[in-house]
């Protein structure tokens, strides 16, 4: 079992950067990718970006391409967010997600507890 503990939400305006991170502990040897996810009020959790942990490749949902960027300490068992140009339709409960198999997003199955990013316009 992997433990992950969110922090860095927060409530900012639309055009601000935030930084999500993300602390693994636990059976950290079986995680093959870490990523991010969200989920607004109303809406099913939505895939963000998730990292290989190994080696280093990342990938990115389209509505944040370009404004998103996932990174990885290996020696901290620690993966960020970072995020920039924020709009309001950004504001979700953000997961950090672990995945002991692959990197698809049906193939995280380990989950932190959230943490809220709100934008406002």
């Known amino acids: 079992q992997v433990q992950l503990v969110e922090s860095g939400g927060g409530l900012v305006q639309a055009g601000d950067s935030l930084r999500l991170s993300c602390a693994a502990s636990?059976?950290?040897?079986?995680?093959?990718?870490m990523g991010w996810f969200r989920q607004a009020p109303g809406n099913e959790r939505e895939f963000v970006s998730a990292?290989?942990?190994?080696?280093?490749?990342?990938s990115y949902a389209d509505s944040v391409k370009g404004r998103f960027t996932i990174s990885g300490d290996n020696a901290k068992n620690t993966v960020y967010l970072q995020m920039n140009s924020l709009k309001p339709e950004d504001t979700a409960v953000y997961y950090c997600?672990?995945?002991?198999?692959?990197?698809?997003?049906?193939?995280?199955?380990?989950w932190g507890q959230g943490t809220q990013v709100t934008v406002s316009s």
């Open positions: 636990g059976r950290i040897f079986g995680v093959r990718a």
């Open positions: 990292i290989r942990w190994n080696l280093g490749r990342t």
């Open positions: 997600a672990a995945a002991s198999a692959g990197c698809a997003p049906t193939d995280f199955d380990s």
